[in-house]
Structure formats: structure tokens, C-alpha cells
């Protein structure tokens, strides 16, 4: 009796544990179903023109097509390489990722410190919707502000002439080479600031409160617990998002350089990504622009991979 009893028991848990899997399997079906559509755009529009990238090794003829153009080997490479004001673009790119990345990062991080120290909840959610804001605004909507706030007889001009008075002569700043750079980071650091700074309000989110209960006992003021408690808890964050930034390197903002940039100054502000569109757009060189934008690609890749290598190697994680 006692096995049978035992036998009938064993059934009703691998019964509970079946059903409690198929429940598990049901709800996550939700989850791939709502993940769907995401994925197939992503094939779409990620995946699919990969099959282009074969034009990087064509004499890539439109009515042609993939088939029928002719194949010349690397001989686009070669090209971009002779390019005139291929390196310099390549310097303007580099140097500018390089500015935006390191002089950015430590942004975001103390936003969400600040918001994390707001205990109004009314409050911070205003905060917070106001600095997501700019975030949803396109490029084209912020260059078209910053070319009417410093026109010749916009309020920049006209606030500089009230507060100098006679001795100040309107000029246009954004029609100078040397003014690109802060205007390029002052505008996009204004425009991703809070919106960058939603992945770490999350990682904080997820800290043990009793760490700060207990640093709290200890005397630990609040700078000295987002010092010593909150900025290690979320590390692994900050790294990952840096490691991710580094393939960024080789790739400005096209949207952000195309409209700032202007005749005066498009020749010392020319980047890879607005070469790749004046010539492979407006141009029509498919072929070359191809070839440029794989060696952006697999550049690209090699600076995440040695990222991860170097954190792997630091800190004891990386992103694989």
C-alpha cells in the first residue's frame, strides 16, 4: 500500500512539474510571439542587405544588377584607399567618435546617480519626461533650431550684442570650422543625455536596498554610498555600454554631421559616413561606397572584439 501510495505521489509531482513547464512554455510563447515582429524587421532591414555587400567587389552597374556586373576583386579597396581626403576623413571620423564617446559617458552615469537620489516621485518623473524629450526629436528638427539661434539676426546674435553692446558684430558660429566640434557635442549630449541614462536608472534599480541600510548605519553619507555602493553595482553596466561605444569608433552620427556641416565648412569636417552618401547616393558609386562601408564594418567589429578582450582581461567580464 505504502508503494503504491508513494508511486501515486511521484505521479501527481511529475504531473505538477509537466503542467508547471507547460504553463512556463505558454507564457513565454507570448514573449516570442511580441518579439516577432522585431526580429523579422530586423532580418529585413539588418540581414537581408548583407547579400548587397558582393558590389564591394563588382563594377556594380544598376540596370546590370548583382548577376550580371562585372567582378573586379579588390580593386574597390584599392580606390577608397587613394581616395582624396580618404585619410583625412578617416582622422575627422575617429576623432570625433573618440570625443563623443569618452567626453559623453560620464554624463548619463551622473544623471541617473542625481535622479536616484530624488526622493520626490512627482517630481522626478517631470524631471525625467523633460529630459527624454529632445531624445524623440529628429537631427534635422535640432540642426534647424541651432541654424535659427545663431543666424545673423537670431536671439544668439541679438542676446551678444545687448550684453557687449556696440563693440559686438553678429557672425554666424556654425559657419566656422573651429565651433563644429562643441556645437556637435554641446547639441547631441542636450539631445541623448536622458534618454542614455535609462539603462543605468535601471541597473541602479536593481541594487540591494539593505547595502544602503547598512552603509547607513556605518555613517556613510549619500555621496560616499554612490561612491563606494552604487557606482560598483552597476560596473558591469558602464563597461558593457562602453564596449558597445568603441564599434561606434569608425561610425559618426551621419544624421548629426550632414546637418550641421554647410560650404564653409564640409571640407574640415568631412566624415566617412558623409563621404559614403555623397558619393554612393548623390554619386552613384555604389561599388566604392560598398567597399568603404565593409571596412567600416569589419573595423568596427575588430574594436568591440579587442573591447571585450581588454575588459575580459581587467575587470573579468566582457560581453562573450
Not at 511580441?34 to 542587405?49: A, D, K, Q, V
Not at 535601471?202 to 556613510?220: H, K, P, R, T
Request: net charge neutral; charged share 15%.
Amino acid at each position: 500500500m505504502k508503494v503504491i501510495g508513494g508511486i501515486y505521489m511521484r505521479k501527481v509531482k511529475e504531473g505538477t512539474v509537466a503542467l508547471g513547464k507547460e504553463k512556463k512554455h505558454i507564457k513565454n510563447l507570448y514573449m516570442y510571439i511580441l518579439l516577432l515582429p522585431g526580429m523579422i524587421l530586423t532580418g529585413i532591414f539588418c540581414y537581408l542587405p548583407m547579400a548587397g555587400l558582393i558590389m564591394a567587389f563588382q563594377d556594380f552597374d544598376i540596370l546590370k544588377g548583382f548577376f550580371d556586373s562585372p567582378w573586379v576583386g579588390l580593386e574597390n579597396f584599392a580606390k577608397v584607399l587613394s581616395t582624396r581626403g580618404f585619410v583625412d576623413s578617416i582622422t575627422n571620423t575617429v576623432f570625433y567618435s573618440v570625443v563623443m564617446l569618452f567626453g559623453k559617458f560620464p554624463f548619463p552615469i551622473i544623471l541617473a546617480l542625481l535622479f536616484n537620489e530624488v526622493r520626490s516621485t512627482k517630481f522626478k518623473r517631470i524631471t525625467q519626461t523633460i529630459s527624454y524629450f529632445p531624445h524623440f526629436l529628429s537631427w534635422t528638427a535640432v540642426c534647424g533650431i541651432l541654424y535659427s539661434l545663431f543666424a545673423l539676426e537670431g536671439p544668439f546674435n541679438e542676446l551678444m550684442g545687448s550684453i557687449v553692446g556696440d563693440g559686438w558684430v553678429n557672425t554666424n558660429i556654425l559657419m566656422e570650422s573651429d565651433n563644429f566640434l562643441g556645437i556637435l557635442f554641446t547639441s547631441s549630449l542636450w539631445k541623448e543625455l536622458g534618454w542614455s541614462c535609462i539603462i543605468y536608472l535601471a541597473a541602479i534599480a536593481g541594487v540591494d536596498a539593505s547595502l544602503y541600510e547598512a552603509a547607513e548605519i556605518d555613517g556613510a553619507n549619500r555621496l560616499q554610498q554612490a561612491w563606494h555602493i552604487t557606482i560598483p553595482c552597476i560596473r558591469e553596466t558602464m563597461v558593457l555600454l562602453l564596449i558597445l561605444g568603441l564599434g561606434g569608433l569608425v561610425n559618426s552620427n551621419f544624421e548629426a554631421m550632414y546637418g550641421l556641416q554647410n560650404a564653409y565648412t564640409q571640407a574640415d569636417t568631412e566624415t566617412i559616413s558623409t563621404i559614403v552618401y555623397r558619393s554612393g547616393i548623390q554619386g552613384g558609386k555604389y561599388s566604392l561606397t560598398t567597399a568603404l562601408g565593409l571596412m567600416q564594418g569589419v573595423i568596427s567589429f575588430a574594436l568591440v572584439a579587442l573591447g571585450n578582450r581588454i575588459s575580459k582581461k581587467i575587470a573579468g567580464y566582457g560581453l562573450w
